[in-house]
């Protein structure tokens, strides 16, 4: 089972939304930009005047890696497994990881359609994974 996350003041929107199986995205309301991993201030325009927005949950697998030998001792018994960089659709700046559920090992269909699913870890937090789907 996956390690929990811990939200703070900043990420909470993000991981509230994640335990009702949305995702969520900070936007920028001035510039319109979207972009994540959060932060207090738009990297752009230097405004702090953000909101969150639910994306469409769909993306693209833009590279990948194989783990065989992790520290994390919670994922050690999953080994090896892939870790992928997807872009998402609504954005193809932001990049979000996903280790594939359901993907065998070193079996990434790179550019291959995604699309988010949501896994319980081990704290009860759900937390947004990608799953290959079939254009």
Known sequence: MKQGVEPDELTRPFWEAANEERLVIQKCLPCDRLQHPPVNHCPDCGES?????????????YNYGVVHDGPVRLLQ????????????????????????????????????????????????????EWRVVDE
Do not use: C
């Open 49 to 61: 005047n953000l909101d969150w927005v639910e994306v469409s949950g769909r993306g693209h697998i």
């Open 77 to 128: 018994e999953e080994q090896p497994f892939n870790v992928a960089v997807i872009t998402l659709d609504d954005d193809p700046g932001i990049q979000m990881y996903s280790h594939l559920p359901g993907t065998p090992e070193d079996q990434v269909p790179i550019k291959g359609a995604v699309e988010v699913i949501f896994e319980e870890a081990a704290n009860g937090q759900k937390v947004p």
